[in-house]
């Protein structure tokens, strides 16, 4: 019997497609795996008893994962969301969907018992034929009754589809239970009636907590208001910069802490979406949320020896970008990739669809990225841009012997826009206020944050709802709808965010880039690909010179880091390639 199985084969079709918790690289099993340097977490400063007081919800990144979840009770259940910024409601899987381990260990049985002969009564089984799988767990509907809604026009069991720009598919009905969370505080925060969406059919592992502005069912953010825990529709972001083990996150509701960030600390009015999306239903829904969405107005390397620093935008045109929590890419204009490429020495493979640079080469340039945003300047040291390239369950490395990692960067039109993900969020300290229209961001403070103190294993009491609770320090304070505190505002150029079909395709990249081979674990340079070609290939770019004026290249001396089922495929890499039957 010659097939691939059927949940597996969906593992790979969907890896194919490199966007937000589902993407991977390639059907053939391409990996990628962080290769982010150590932190030495006794050289930062600890919270301060003022800052564990603040409400906050705390996101962990699991085992063998790379995105943040946080743990929530839906009626009975206890369940894990992922942070969803970019739409507006909580969705949970329903009853219907197996789990991961259920189905995991169904083939793994299965394939031990009868090898590549499993007969057709095992093929018949439901675990068989799954095409999806929950890993965050499921909610189950009581047999009682539930619940009416609490929003006007609402009603229990009316169907409805998660509005997201990316590939992300979840649509199942409103259902209206009591949840509840765990603050930070150790204070259990119950939200009644809360109405929320019950999904039948997606493409993801985990759902979602959405943060997003103007939502249809209840709302987190709009519950707190309703609830007087928050002022408006806001919150602020902080990550610790660590990724797994110890990624962690805070969600701080409805209030800044100047502890959590350095330097300045700007807002901007929210770039509203503009359409695009060929689903009808689904660009009106999109048109009328709050996303977190910003203009980059430059992105530049420096070398941080010389202080060199050189432009990747090509235009003087800014950049419309989306600020994604899951995704671990960030997508950029093409002209922009080529130019960082070129810095670089990256080259592009066809098999893995991804630019790959020499490990050792990044790690030893002492080089940063720098993203401007009007004149805030976030600057990310380059080696915490890359991961470790694997391909078919194999650490890539190049004909000479030195490792390769991957960019943690692709171009805008594999996206549809322009978007900048987790490898960049967890540099950041951001807050939005979703019913005054504004974004703002700053570099992240370093802190110790230890997890214990925030274990959910220590005893709860209850949080005091309708309630704000008092807040003494000076660098603590609400955002306001039209205000974000201790925040500079700063006009940008007005514009909006665009949506364009996606194009997966590599015909855009110059050949000179795109001559690596794969075989056997080794990357393979063509004479197209050799550092003579990419140094050649400044003649394709446009890239500007911010010291002085000169159009010189690879002046960095750069030359002398997917996604939920892509975890999933690195956990069972090995697997998938072994239950694919001959």
């Known amino acids: 019997m010659r097939r691939i199985l059927p949940f597996l084969a969906f593992v790979v079709s969907i890896a194919a497609r490199k966007d937000s918790d589902i993407s991977s690289s390639t059907t053939s099993t391409s990996t990628t795996v962080s290769t982010l340097p150590s932190v030495d977490l006794q050289s930062f ?18 085992y063998n994962d790379v995105y943040y979840n946080t743990n929530v009770t839906v009626g009975d259940d206890n369940l894990q969301l992922r942070l969803d910024l970019t739409q507006p409601e909580i969705w949970v899987m329903n009853e219907n969907f197996y789990s991961c381990d259920q189905v ?19 093929t018949e089984n439901p675990l068989y034929t799954a095409t999806a799988c929950a890993q965050g767990g499921v909610y189950t509907t009581p047999s009682s009754d539930i619940p009416t809604p609490t929003i006007p026009g609402l009603s229990n069991g009316q169907t409805y589809t998660i509005p997201n720009l990316s590939i992300i598919d979840a649509e199942g009905e409103f259902e209206t239970e009591n949840i509840s969370f765990v603050l930070g505080s150790n204070q259990k925060l119950t939200l009644p009636d809360f109405s929320f969406v019950n ?57 800044v802490d100047q502890h959590y960030y350095e330097g300045d600390f700007y807002s901007f009015d929210i770039i509203p979406y503009a359409g695009g999306k060929s689903n009808d239903y689904t660009d009106q829904l999109l048109q009328g949320l709050k996303l977190p969405t910003i203009l980059l107005s430059d992105l530049r390397v420096r070398n941080e020896n010389s202080k060199e620093e050189i432009s990747l935008f090509s235009a003087s045109d800014s950049v419309p970008v989306l600020m994604e929590s899951r995704t671990l890419y960030n997508y950029l204009p093409l002209d922009s990739i080529i130019n960082l490429a070129i810095q670089l020495d990256a080259i592009y493979n066809n098999d893995v669809a991804e630019w790959i640079v020499e490990c050792d080469k990044i790690y030893e340039a002492n080089a940063s990225l720098l993203f401007s945003f009007g004149d805030l300047e976030i600057d990310i040291p380059m080696e915490e841009m890359i991961s470790n390239a694997t391909y078919q369950d194999t650490f890539l490395t190049f004909s000479n012997g030195k490792r390769a990692c991957y960019l943690m960067v692709l171009p805008s039109s594999e996206h549809g826009y322009s978007s900048l993900g987790i490898t960049f969020l967890r540099h950041v300290y951001m807050a939005l206020d979703n019913d005054g229209g504004r974004i703002a961001i700053a570099k992240a403070n370093s802190l110790d944050v230890v997890q214990d103190d925030y274990s959910t294993s220590k005893s709860v009491s209850d949080f005091p709802t309708k309630t704000m609770a008092n807040i003494t320090a000076s660098t603590i304070s609400r955002i306001s709808s039209g205000k974000i505190p201790f925040a500079t505002h700063q006009n940008q150029s007005s514009t909006s965010l665009t949506y364009s079909a996606a194009n997966t395709g590599a015909q855009d990249i ?21 550092s003579s070609a990419i140094a050649s290939a400044a003649d394709e770019s446009t890239a500007k010179m911010k010291s002085g004026g000169s159009s010189k290249y690879t002046f960095v001396t750069i030359r002398s880091m997917k996604t939920e089922i892509q975890i999933i495929m690195t956990i069972i890499g090995v697997v998938i390639m072994t239950l694919i039957l001959i």
């Open 45 to 62: 400063s600890r919270e301060t008893d003022e800052d564990k007081s603040i409400a906050k919800l705390i996101f962990t990144i699991p």
């Open 104 to 122: 995991f260990s169904y083939y793994q049985v299965e394939f031990e018992s009868y090898g590549s002969n499993i007969p057709d009564s095992a």
């Open 199 to 255: 999904v039948d059919s997606t493409n993801m592992w985990v759902g979602g907590l959405g943060l997003a502005g103007n939502p249809t069912g209840s709302g987190f953010l709009d519950s707190l208001v309703q609830q007087g825990i928050i002022k408006s529709s806001a919150y602020s972001l902080w990550f610790n910069g660590v990724q797994e083990p110890g990624g962690l996150c805070e969600l701080l509701l409805g209030a």
């Open 510 to 530: 110059p050949e000179r880039f795109t001559g690596a081979v794969i075989s056997s674990g080794q990357i393979f340079l063509t004479p197209l690909t050799g």
